[in-house]
């Protein structure tokens, strides 16, 4: 038997049906009615899919994102391999997460890649084993920061990075002990995650306890950052002979340095201060800008 769409009949049994759908995507408070249109129509699809696609939203304490502004392969390569490490940890409460511990040992025999002028080797910024792996953590540790966790361990660089604020960066280097260590405060576990495109590292702290979007609705976090006693950067300048008289080349731009920079978090709770913390401490040195001047003479 062919029924028409035509047919009353069978109009109001569909307009039934998406009502109880979109009834249930309100009563859940997660699922938009698109949601669960989808889910009902893919239930042949394949389950992996349908479990990462369908999974109930979660509660986001917090997100931050920086730039990628080196795109040597090396370093790219290493920053996808942290990021597939962080992903989906979970902390539990009052529990602690190291990045050392959690990605082991930095070495080529571990599967890491030279890093494309990752080190700061005098003037120079040099290759090094894992290089770029910083930018990952150093996200990580301002989504740490934003869902008020514990900072236990956490050191800056030596000179200040250009994808984030000074005093807000974190350095991971096995050899120095130089860790970033951090503890979930909060009553339910918290889970790590995070993805790389093109242009930027995200990093997400995320959880499905309801309690979490009561602790978002009630608190507000802000920083502030006091830098004194700025050094300004030198000029070095290099000779090219592949360049032509009055030609020039920026190989890095200067970086200033400071003598101190504090990091303070407030933590506002239903808007009044209920916490400001003085996070961290440090100096930066300068790091000279380096320009090549070409000598080749016409012919």
């Not at 894992?130 to 996200?139: D, E, N, S």
């Not at 916490?275 to 100096?283: A, F, G, P, Y």
Request: glycine share 8%; with cysteine; net charge positive.
């Amino acid at each position: 038997m062919i029924i028409s769409f035509r047919s009353k009949w069978l109009r109001c049994v569909i307009v039934v049906v998406l009502m109880t759908f979109f009834v249930t995507g309100i009563q859940n408070g997660y699922q938009t009615t698109e949601t669960v249109f989808l889910n009902w129509f893919h239930k042949d699809s394949n389950p992996d899919q349908q479990k990462e696609i369908f999974e109930p939203s979660q509660y986001v304490l917090a997100e931050f994102s920086t730039p990628i502004e080196n795109r040597g392969p090396g370093r790219i390569f290493n920053q996808k391999k942290v990021m597939s490490i962080f992903k989906d940890k979970v902390i539990e409460p009052d529990s602690t997460f190291s990045v050392l511990d959690a990605i082991g040992s930095m070495t080529a025999e571990e599967g890491w890649q030279m890093g494309e002028k990752s080190l700061v080797m005098g003037s120079k910024l040099v290759d090094g084993m894992a290089g770029g792996i910083c930018q990952p953590v150093t996200t990580l540790y301002n989504a740490a920061l934003l869902s008020d966790f514990e900072i236990l361990k956490r050191f800056n660089h030596a000179i200040a990075l250009t994808y984030v604020d000074p005093g807000r960066d974190a350095a991971i280097y096995r050899a120095g002990g130089q860790d970033l260590v951090i503890k979930n405060t909060h009553e339910f576990p918290v889970t790590i995650k995070g993805e790389m495109t093109k242009d930027q590292i995200i990093i997400r702290l995320v959880t499905q306890d309801s309690r979490a979007g009561e602790w978002k609705k009630q608190h507000e976090i802000n920083f502030e950052v006091y830098k004194t006693g700025e050094i300004p950067y030198r000029q070095v300048v290099r000779k090219d002979t592949s360049l032509a008289v009055g030609e020039k080349k920026v190989i890095h731009e200067g970086i200033k340095g400071y003598k101190n920079v504090k990091l303070f978090r407030i933590v506002k709770k239903d808007g009044e201060v209920k916490r400001r913390e003085l996070i961290s401490q440090n100096s930066y040195l300068p790091f000279p800008e380096e320009i090549v001047k070409g000598t080749k003479k016409a012919e």
